[in-house]
């Protein structure tokens, strides 16, 4: 199932929208259609934790 993700602070939504953490860097921007069914959103580096 899409979900929607923020690549900077890993916030995630079952909706497009935008990144409405208040200490995000990407705050306003627009989330990133995601189809993963293991919750790693494409991560598989230790370098990508915020990419969850």
Do not use: I, N
């Not at 306003?28 to 991560?43: I, R, V, Y």
């Amino acid at each position: 199932m899409t979900h929607y993700t923020c690549t900077e602070c890993g916030g995630e939504s079952d909706q497009p929208g935008v990144c409405r953490d208040k200490d995000c860097l990407k705050r306003g921007q627009e989330l990133t259609p995601c189809e993963c069914t293991d919750g790693e959103h494409g991560a598989d580096y230790e370098e990508d934790y915020y990419a969850r």
